[in-house]
């Protein structure tokens, strides 16, 4: 029994002893749960920190590996072509220099020689033809040239060209030519062929020559598409299409008046002479300039002239003076003073040319120059005078101051039968008296001085046109009828104190 219980104690030992073990480890095991991270996690963590590791120092390594291999001299490689290089179209991978050079110098072309037809140009009219030769283009062979710079290409990465190269080949392949020509000459031959074929178009024209129309001719224009030429003879030799026929075409420009249009139009149909004072020099400038303005005009059929066209602007940059003109009844100086002497001596030529007067106005008051409605005033862009070539042909206006008086003269198409003449009259057809005398300050005299500008009537004028045939009366028509406005007795007084200066 005492064994027994003996055993049993052990066994309770035994068991407190397991119990306490098992108890331990069980804790330990609850403890790894709670505050411990799973084994497989930190073998993913770990791996996730080595490859942005890697990622992080790969870059600049990368680049500083590359950089090494840009900056790094490379020698070029002398016997050894790039694979996509092509010399006259062919690869000559894996060959030599020496080899390549003696294969392509038996593969020339014995036609190629200086003498040897390049390209053959013929004008689609036939009028022009023209042979180049090969030394014409400097066609030639350059065929070391090609081999070096195939055998070279994209070989050194110090060339400053290298990167572009290198791009080239990846794009595709690279062919250099044996034969080669100079595009510098192609362009230089063929300009010289369209100057020698150019003529600018000209209109016909005519001016007098002592006292005589003369006409100068009309040009038709004569041109040709150089580049387009250009272009079709560097395709042609790019192909080695050599002594081929090009044809080209010739663009002819019509001028717009022909010499023809001119012919019979060299009459005088209209003259006038408008007697000047030779006293007054800004006058006299304003005279000139108007004329010079007008003279050589040529009105083709059907245009309207417009003679404020020619004139204006009225300033002293357009060539005009201060002079005498009508301003509110009274003469005063001012810009261009004179000029509608011109005018009127134009108005009185177109009269008898038997033009057709689209547009004219009178002055206010009459003027020394002319006869009542002989006159044709100008003002501005409001009051102008205009007419039109009613005949077939061009009208030459030739305008000059000679022998004391400013003369027109109109050249064209005499349209009248010959032995008929224009003679121009006016006639008086009433009278307007002004109002009673009236009383102006004038600041521009001094106090106590006075001048008095007299009355004058108004007056109302027609112009006729007499046409006679052979000395006889056939026609009379009316032109004009022209008012000239009454001027009432005016006495200016002086404001202008005496001390102001």
């Known amino acids: ?258 010499t023809e249009d001119f012919e019979g139009a060299d009459k005088l149909i209209g003259s006038y002479s408008s007697p000047y004072s030779s006293g007054d020099s800004n006058r006299n400038q304003n005279l000139k300039n108007a004329c010079e303005k007008i003279n050589g005009v040529i009105l083709y059929p059907g245009e309207e002239f417009s003679t404020n066209e020619h004139f204006n602007p009225c300033t002293e940059e357009n060539g005009w003076a201060n002079a005498g003109t009508i301003v509110d009844g009274q003469i005063e100086d001012s810009i261009g003073g004179g000029m509608c002497q011109v005018s009127t001596a134009l108005y009185d030529a177109v009269l008898k040319a038997e033009l057709e007067v689209t547009q004219r106005y009178n002055h206010s008051m009459k003027v020394s120059y002319a006869p009542y409605a002989f006159d044709a005033t100008l003002a501005g862009d409001y009051k102008d005078l205009k007419f039109k070539n009613s005949t077939s042909k061009p009208l030459y206006i030739q305008a000059m101051l000679e022998n004391g008086c400013v003369n027109v003269n109109l050249y064209g198409e005499e349209i009248h039968p010959e032995g008929r003449t224009v003679k121009l009259r006016n006639e008086y057809v009433e009278s307007t008296e002004p109002d009673g005398p009236i009383t102006k300050n004038d600041p521009d005299m001094y106090v106590g001085e006075t001048r008095t500008v007299s009355a004058m009537n108004g007056l109302t004028y027609e112009l006729y046109r007499d046409i006679y045939e052979n000395g006889e009366l056939v026609k009379s028509e009316k032109v004009n009828t022209s008012y000239y406005s009454p001027r009432r007795e005016t006495k200016y007084i002086g404001v202008k104190p005496r001390n102001s200066d």
Not at 17 to 30: D, P, Q, V
Not at 67 to 93: C, H, M, T, W
Not at 144 to 170: C, H, I, P, Y
Not at 176 to 205: G, M, P, R
Request: with cysteine; net charge positive.
């Open 1 to 258: 029994m005492a064994g027994a219980k003996s055993k049993s104690k052990k066994r309770k030992t035994s068991s407190k002893k397991n119990t306490l073990f098992f108890g331990k480890k069980s804790k330990r095991k609850k403890k790894s749960k709670k505050g411990s991270i799973p084994f497989g996690m930190k073998l993913f963590a770990c791996v996730c920190f080595i490859l942005l590791l890697g990622f992080i120092l790969k870059k600049p390594l990368l680049l500083k590996y590359y950089s090494f291999k840009l900056s790094a001299p490379v020698e070029a490689k002398q016997n050894e072509i790039k694979e996509n290089v092509l010399i006259d179209g062919k690869s000559y991978r894996g060959k030599s220099k020496e080899k390549v050079i003696a294969e392509l110098e038996r593969n020339k072309d014995k036609n190629i020689s200086d003498t040897a037809d390049a390209v053959i140009l013929v004008s689609s009219d036939g009028s022009k033809n023209y042979t180049f030769k090969m030394s014409d283009f400097d066609v030639k062979y350059d065929i070391e040239n090609a081999v070096e710079s195939a055998f070279s290409f994209a070989t050194d990465s110090k060339d400053s060209g290298w990167m572009r190269q290198f791009k080239a080949l990846e794009r595709g392949t690279v062919n250099f030519e044996t034969l080669v020509y100079s595009k510098e000459k192609v362009e230089t031959n063929i300009n010289n062929i369209a100057e020698q074929i150019y003529v600018k178009a000209a209109d016909a024209s005519e001016s007098p020559i002592d006292g005589k129309m003369v006409i100068t001719p009309s040009k038709t224009g004569f041109e040709i598409d150089s580049s387009l030429l250009t272009k079709q003879i560097l395709d042609n030799l790019d192909a080695h299409n050599f002594g081929q026929t090009i044809t080209f075409d010739i663009k002819v420009t019509e001028p717009k008046i022909k």
